[in-house]
């Protein structure tokens, strides 16, 4: 039964034809197997591992003798057993386990927002809500003015003029070093430091890999609309907008002033539209709503309509918003 | 003391609690009692960032309190270790919580608190998948809110939940119990008074396996009735 369910239609020359298949198992092996095979058959139709989708640590999943362990699984005698909470994933023949809750794990290319730690040799350390610091090599960034050269000592000197411990940037992870930390790098005019805003932090898991993670919402939000960054890494950032040119490197950036570290001017009602985003974001994370740019651009329109007058949202407005926007009723949930 | 006074069982064999030998105390479990979405925004950049995992777990009058950070850069990198995550447990008890060591007060560096502190992080040890996080650390925060004995298992239980909402790697859950004996009767989940009185053996182990990752006794006891304190132990856990 075994070798038949697992073999492709189209081998036909395998030698699972000439030989019968408890040939080349031990036989107490392959009672073993028998039994776990048909566990699952009678129990779920045979449809592959456990139909349950949320497992916790030390529960077997399903046999390793017909299923690859992956990330949150391990192998104890012939089960693939979890190693986290979280929801089975399975791809062909390789089961994993992502955990419902953790800290971000990286990927190269992702986008991520981080705070420097740290000003080393020829580097920056940088927290980036990782499992360790996350390195900013001073040959990954730009120099202010934009000029194209190969740093030089002098370059290191200056490092902590171009960014000091604290300060904020917006960076992709250029690669991952051997113990899994990561490598970052600013070298695109979309990516540096930060300002003119504030940082929200919501668990990685909410963020969704998307084509772009740099949203506008346009100018009735706040005189100059609202910029929004949402790093993979759960860093999500919320300023006061710019043009899109300007963002861009365009007509009029400026491209001297992108290390600097003074806020602009930013109006009452600027900083009113920033705070509202914030808000909205804050309260679609604390339901644990995967965020997005068109939710957050629904939940802008919900506001701009619904809520009177530019005082802070309140628990009532916030409950009708993810009732209304995202259909979630928190007061009638089981 | 009240050694003397204490009727530990009595002749309708219920304990000072009225609860039978084998009875436990109620208990409770909360998960996530600190998240990112609930502490405010900013603090981050005070250095205060939310816990990776966090529970509250009650047993009768004992609460206990842990917040898990990690895995994360160590704050002294000399702790790194190249090939796996080390596990940092520190124990705190709040002033007001009653009876912890007769009244005394206890503070950070205390020996007893730090023994609690040791206990755990060899409990926990073996149990985290620590070679999938080299050059971490994984810090445990215990504060015991309310004690009335027990605090080591309860710390116990509640770390192992702490953990999970981290979603740190780990075998299996890890759940303890403290079993005292009582002439020749065994007595599970002591409260503080049976502590004071009674030899006590407290047990962590594995539920799926019934492997011991913790066996700890500081008082003398009869050979012959540690066996059967130690399977009682594991297989109540289990049954859980």
Redesign the interface.
Known sequence: MFSVTTLPPSSTLSFADDIPSSHRKHPAELDAMDVDDGGFEDEYGGAGPSKRTVV????VITSSKEYMRGH?T?V?EVNV?S????TIERVNKLISVK?????YNPEVGDLVIG?I?EVGPQRWRV?ANG???AVLMLSSVNLPGGVQRRKIESDALKMREFLAE?NLLVAEVQSLLG???MSLHTRSLKYGKLRNG??????PQLIRRLKSHFHHIPAPCGPTGVDIILGLN?FVWVSSGTSQERREGGEGFDAEGVYSDKNDDITPEGRQAVSLI?NLI?LL??EGVPLTETLINEAYSWAAKNVPGDGPLSDRDGERMLLEVVGLDIHHRA | MSSSRLEILNDGGLRHDARRPYELRSTSFLL?TH????SS?????SGL??P??SSTVTQGLTSVQVTVF????PKQRSQAA?DRATVVVEVGVVPWAAGGGGGAKRTRGDKRLQEIGAAIRQTFEPVI?THL????EIAINVQVLAADGGILPTSINATTLAL??????????VTSISIGLHLLQPLLDLSQPEELDLPMLVVAS????GKITLAQMETRLHVDRFEEMLSLGTDEKSGR
Do not use: C, W
């Open positions: 916790t640590p030390g529960e949150g391990y104890e057993v190693s986290v909470t979280g955990p419902l809750r953790s800290r705070r730690n927290d499992r360790q610091d604290g113990d899994g930390v504030f940082l929200l932090t919501v668990p759960g914030a804050k994370a604390r | 996530s998240t990112a979405s609930s925004s900013s603090s981050s950049s960032t939310p990776d995992g990690g895995p994360r850069e190249h998948m996080y080299p050059r971490s999970i909402d981290a979603g740190i790697s780990m075998l299996d859950y594995l539920p799926s396996s």
